[in-house]
């Protein structure tokens, strides 16, 4: 299984999203490919926001090393699955799509079309947003 995790400016949300279920996936010996990517072009090659690090270490997940990338077509051709935080990175991706088998591809990553929140503005959303990262990717690789 090939995973792209998906929100604004890849800094915060999905290299949480990235983190966690790589190291569930891990744990599960699941071989799967996780990446994540941001739909706009400001943190292209920036490590994640040190808030997100430090709550990604405090639970035992290392997400320090990774860099910002921006969603791009070719990234339908190589996910088998892309989940997005929110109805505006749902949007935006869904712009790039080619056809239906690429729309197909898109979900949120919550249930319902939930929206993960942006913790960049307020540093008190970073545990609460892990814990609701977490419990859907712990969803996903049970499912597997």
């Not at 639970?59 to 910002?68: F, K, P, S, T, Y």
């Not at 990338?69 to 699955?81: G, I, K, V």
């Not at 990553?109 to 990262?133: G, H, N, R, S, T």
Request: glycine fraction near 6%.
């Amino acid at each position: 299984m090939k995973i792209l995790m998906v929100c604004l400016g890849n800094i915060c949300r999905s290299p949480l999203a990235e983190g966690i279920m790589r190291h569930l996936a891990a744990g599960r010996g699941l071989d799967w490919e996780i990446d994540s990517a941001g739909t706009g072009s400001w943190h292209i090659g920036d490590p994640p926001d040190p808030r997100s690090v430090k709550e990604a270490r405090n639970q035992g997940v290392d997400i320090a090393g990774l860099r910002g990338r921006q969603f791009q077509t070719t990234d339908f051709d190589a996910f088998d699955r892309i989940y997005v935080m929110d109805k505006n990175n749902y949007r935006d991706v869904l712009r790039k799509a080619r056809n239906e088998a690429d729309k197909a591809k898109v979900h949120f990553l919550l249930p319902e079309e939930q929206e993960v929140p942006d913790p960049w503005y307020d540093d008190a959303l970073f545990a609460p947003v892990y814990k609701l990262i977490y419990d859907a990717c712990k969803c996903i690789t049970d499912k597997a």
